[in-house]
């Protein structure tokens, strides 16, 4: 009568499994019979490997030998197991209720090393890709986390209404141009940027308003500039006088003052190149003797950043009051009025889109302004006097 006891083995070495086998056989005072033997690959970490042995120990009866394949009767378990391997035979792989566990004790792991993702990085994304500094937007983006909540992420609108809040509160308050009480105004900067064009906009909201203006401009190096200026002027009814020179600068304000009595003298300046130091010179020795209001840089939002930003600090020495930012239109560079703003600490009092006087010229309200930026919406408001 045979009294038969099967016993199923697992573990990482065969060594271990046969230590197993010896301690059991002693236990059951019986033979022991391999069955089945089967070699796992553990996922998902491949690399490792479990035996797993199926013995039966018979206590009483013949012991029946049964074959394992064409096994070498001279080589040890553990040579059979690594010639397997080496054959590419199947791996069987049994269930394992512990898999699952393992699983997901990997993946929680996996996630701890990873560096959580803050739920505004999409917005940080967004304003990176309106051209804002990555510096900027990171300040804004950490500026908005401190104000929210854990609750508000789920309400887009509350977060976007911050994010609005904390772009304009790095920009600082909106600059007026207060165009009814500001006589003298004179527009600067490179060539090719549309000082001509928005000061036929300023003169053309003016005159609306029953104001009368006076054109000078001291642009005689590009073709066709004073003629421009000259058309605006016929179509507001007004007179427009060159000024090759200072003198000649100073005798048109005079007439301006005395002659016609206009409520506002709006100047055009020559555009030329700002890196040439000669060139700020000679403008600043037509201002002198205009001794303006209110001097306004005009850049365009078409031009590189890292030349904004020189240009900037090239015309220090004309006492600038405001920037005005042109051809919103023409790019989707509109990053960088924020950029500079909140760099440069400057004012910038309008914004232009358009070839169209005077309706494309607007002011430059800074929380209409992030706006713009992060949702793409345009409300800004034209100026009025």
């Not at 854990?150 to 165009?179: C, H, P, S, W």
């Not at 005395?258 to 300046?269: A, C, G, R």
């Not at 209110?294 to 031009?303: A, D, E, K, R, Y």
């Not at 607007?362 to 713009?372: C, D, G, H, P, S």
Request: proline share 3%.
């Amino acid at each position: 009568m045979k009294n038969n006891i099967k016993e199923k083995y697992r573990a990482n070495t065969i060594d271990e499994i046969l230590e197993l086998i010896e301690v059991n056989k002693r236990k059951y005072n019986a033979k022991e019979q391999i069955l089945k033997k089967k070699v796992k690959r553990q996922m998902p970490l491949f690399w490792k490997k479990d035996y797993i042995y199926t013995v039966e120990y018979q206590t009483q009866g013949e012991n029946k030998q049964v074959s394992f394949g064409k096994r070498n009767r001279n080589a040890s378990d553990k040579d059979e197991i690594l010639s397997m391997l080496s054959q590419d035979k199947e791996v069987v792989q049994p269930f394992n209720p512990l898999e699952n566990i393992v699983k997901d004790a990997i993946k929680q792991q996996e996630k701890k090393e990873e560096p959580e993702q803050s739920p505004l990085h999409m917005y940080e994304e967004k304003l990176v890709d309106c051209e804002i500094k990555e510096s900027i937007a990171k300040k804004i983006i950490a500026a908005t986390q401190k104000e929210l909540m854990a609750i508000d992420y789920e309400n887009k609108e509350k977060i976007e209404d911050e994010l609005v809040r904390q772009m304009t509160k790095l920009m600082g308050d909106t600059f007026m141009m207060d165009l009814a009480n500001t006589k003298k105004i004179v527009l600067i900067g490179p060539t090719g940027v549309g000082k001509t064009t928005t000061i036929g906009k300023l003169a053309a909201i003016l005159t609306l308003k029953g104001k009368r203006v006076g054109f000078i401009t001291t642009d005689i190096y590009r073709m066709g500039a004073a003629y421009q200026l000259n058309e605006y002027a016929k179509i507001v009814n007004a007179t427009m006088e060159p000024a090759n020179t200072p003198v000649e600068l100073e005798e048109a304000i005079n007439y301006f003052e005395n002659v016609e009595k206009v409520d506002h003298i709006l100047i055009d300046t020559v555009g030329r190149s700002p890196m040439d130091a000669g060139n700020i010179d000679d403008m600043k020795s037509y201002l002198d003797v205009a001794r303006p209001d209110h001097v306004s840089l005009v850049l365009s939002c078409t031009q590189k950043e890292k030349d904004i930003y020189q240009i900037i600090e090239n015309f220090k020495k004309a006492n600038v009051n405001s920037l005005i930012f042109t051809k919103l239109d023409e790019t989707m560079n509109h990053g960088v009025i924020m950029n500079v703003i909140a760099d440069k600490k400057v004012n910038v009092s309008f914004i232009t889109n358009g070839q169209d006087v005077p309706q494309d010229i607007y002011v430059a309200e800074t929380e209409k302004l992030a706006n713009k930026l992060l949702r793409g919406v345009d409300d800004f408001e034209r100026p009025s006097i």
